[in-house]
């Protein structure tokens, strides 16, 4: 069974920085793109960055620059760097296996002064 | 960007009775291997989305039969054959054939 466990999020001030990480098991995860998807309170859905492979990172025009995808093959692992960080960034932020087929319950970052 | 435009937005539907949602591409969503990258999404209040459909008309694993997918280049229908009440929620078209992935706007059905 596919599992994907965020961790990380939390209220944190305009300006800061914030790392989320995913735990992925039940696939084998170095086959596998994955993303970072987002969904801000009462809103939809925005894909933000995606990670195919080191040469191969894609992220929305409004994270671009400010936030940056990784992952650790040998630890099943997923990150996603988030640099001065702004009130809209507000969201839950859901690890995304492949194309979607599989969701984390999502981590929920708050920024506010 | 492409641009995915759903309708409705709301839909109130009678517990048995069929619903359909359309979503429309701003571009064609066929890809150079001939496929078509469009995904369904479902997502229940307070839970993350859930994939129904994906490549058009393929239904996940565990997905009832009652959904079906269909459509094509840049026109898409979902439809569930008979509603109940575990359908409630938000549906979401995705596409997937080029950066950035991009989702519809979602479309809220509810049971009258």
């Known amino acids: 069974e596919v599992q994907l466990l965020e961790s990380g999020g939390g209220l944190v001030q305009p300006g800061v920085s914030l790392r989320l990480s995913c735990a992925a098991s039940?696939?084998?995860?170095?086959?596998?793109?994955m993303s970072w998807v987002r969904q801000a309170p009462g809103k939809g859905l925005e894909w933000v960055a995606l990670f195919h492979d080191d040469n191969d990172r894609h992220y929305s025009e409004s994270v671009l620059g400010r936030f940056a995808i990784s992952r650790d093959n040998s630890k099943n692992m997923v990150y996603l760097q988030m640099n001065n960080l702004r009130g809209d960034d507000t969201a839950i932020y859901y690890c995304v296996k492949a194309r979607g087929d599989s969701w984390g319950q999502g981590t929920l970052v708050t920024v506010s002064s | 960007d492409v641009v995915m435009s759903q309708s409705p937005l709301s839909l109130a539907v009678t517990l048995g009775q069929p619903a359909s949602i359309s979503c429309r591409s701003s571009?064609?969503?066929?890809?150079?291997?001939?496929?078509?990258?469009l995904n369904w999404f479902h997502q229940r209040p307070g839970q993350s989305p859930r994939r129904l459909i994906y490549?058009?008309?393929n239904r996940d694993s565990g997905v009832p039969d009652r959904f079906s997918g269909s459509g094509s280049g840049t026109d898409f229908t979902l439809k569930i054959s008979r509603v109940e009440a575990e359908d409630v929620g938000v549906y979401y078209c995705?596409?997937?054939?080029?950066?950035?992935?991009?989702f519809g706007q979602g479309t809220k059905v509810e049971i009258k």
């Open positions: 490549k058009v008309s």
């Open positions: 571009h064609s969503l066929v890809y150079t291997d001939g496929d078509t990258y």
């Open positions: 995705m596409h997937s054939i080029k950066w950035p992935w991009t």
């Open positions: 039940g696939f084998t995860f170095s086959t596998y793109g």
